[in-house]
């Protein structure tokens, strides 16, 4: 019976070295080829923290009003707002949010989300807040996270580390508080983009979601990287950084706009809400065939104006002309 056994753990010991041997020699599976580049998404938490969030003038709840040279000007368009600081990926986003005159609680109104462009801050809406204003509607502002390249932004977070698809969480992340506030009227939501705000607005209207909490869209010379990543055949081929308007962006950022630039066209002539697109005749940065391009592409939806001497920001005489004459009226069509 013991030499029986012993036989029996022999074999056995004789198939395991078996299964062994057959493992070792079979050919190992090929490793797992990853990509150059695996963009982290627009959950994106950047690292640095403005210290304008421990700044008692800028403290939760306190009042806001942009800063004028101009006393003049500071008489036309002054405005006073009402500071929130939004969560957006375990950063804080600074926001402005100004009603008009008069508001005891009670009322509700349309309400403007307004983007800002490269490298800016909030206060490149300055000269539109108050005619909204006037004409009934609330304005929301805000700082993009990491959208300006010096110290002048308030929001955390540093250029480097900016992309669309930062700035689309951004978005996502102040329409929500939006949507919280007794004095909005949720079923009257307008976004405005003015430069890459108009490109960030472009991708909001491409967005599935986004796309239908608006009933319309305001453009103010939209600017694209188009010609930036032109030369990129693949988003793994873009490089660490590159120059643009005179400020360095990272890899996030390039990798974003060459995946935007390229997906976003072909949805554009679905977007079924009413869009108005103004550019300036003397604009130097946004050329005005680019701009044509984009109306065509969203079709019949777009309504498009050349303002023949305005510049890439609108200058303030021009002001009143192009929000009575073209803002307004459209607005007014969709609430």
């Known amino acids: 019976m013991k030499r029986i056994c012993i036989t029996l753990l022999l074999l056995f010991s004789m198939l395991l070295s078996a299964c062994g041997s057959t493992g070792s020699s079979s050919t190992p599976d090929a490793p797992v080829e990853e990509?150059?580049?695996?963009?982290?998404?627009?959950?994106?938490?950047?690292?640095?923290?403005?210290?304008?969030?421990?700044?008692?003038s800028y403290a939760e709840g306190a009042s806001y009003s942009p800063v004028f040279t101009n006393e003049e000007l500071k008489?036309?368009?002054?405005?006073?707002?009402?500071?929130?600081?939004?969560?957006?990926?375990?950063?804080?986003?600074?926001?402005?949010?100004?009603?008009?005159?008069g508001y005891d609680g009670t009322q509700t109104y349309p309400l403007v989300l307004m983007l800002h462009g490269f490298n800016s801050t909030l206060d490149e809406w300055t000269y539109y807040v108050k005619p909204l204003n006037d004409a009934g509607y609330a304005c929301l502002l805000f700082d993009f996270r990491g959208g300006h390249s010096g110290n002048a932004s308030r929001s955390d977070g540093k250029m480097n580390q900016m992309s669309f698809d930062t700035k689309l969480a951004d978005i996502r992340a102040v329409l929500a508080y939006a949507e919280t506030l007794d004095m909005v009227d949720p079923d009257k939501l307008l976004l405005a983009g003015h430069s890459q705000g108009g490109m960030?607005?472009?991708?909001?209207?491409c967005d599935e979601a986004l796309s239908k909490r608006f009933n319309g869209t305001l453009l103010l010379a939209p600017y694209t990287d188009a010609a930036l990543v032109a030369s990129y055949e693949a988003p793994e081929d873009v490089p660490e950084s590159e120059s643009l308007l005179l400020c360095t962006v990272g890899k996030d950022y390039l990798y974003a706009a060459w995946k935007y630039e390229h997906s976003i066209w072909n949805t554009l002539p679905s977007y079924d809400r009413p869009t108005l697109i103004l550019t300036g005749g003397a604009d130097s940065i946004v050329k005005e065939e680019s701009?044509?391009?984009?109306?065509?592409?969203?079709?019949?939806?777009?309504?498009?104006?050349?303002?023949?001497?305005?510049?890439?920001?609108?200058q303030p005489e021009l002001i009143d002309g192009v929000i009575n004459d073209y803002i307004l009226p459209f607005f007014g069509g969709l609430i």
């Not at 960030?200 to 209207?205: E, G, R, T, V």
């Open 35 to 56: 990509k150059a580049y695996v963009y982290p998404g627009e959950t994106r938490r950047m690292a640095y923290k403005n210290p304008a969030y421990e700044k008692d």
């Open 75 to 101: 008489q036309q368009f002054s405005y006073t707002g009402t500071i929130h600081w939004v969560d957006c990926c375990e950063n804080h986003v600074f926001t402005v949010l100004s009603l008009p005159e």
């Open 200 to 205: 960030m607005a472009l991708i909001s209207m």
């Open 291 to 314: 701009v044509q391009r984009i109306a065509e592409i969203i079709g019949e939806n777009a309504t498009y104006a050349l303002i023949p001497e305005g510049y890439h920001d609108f």
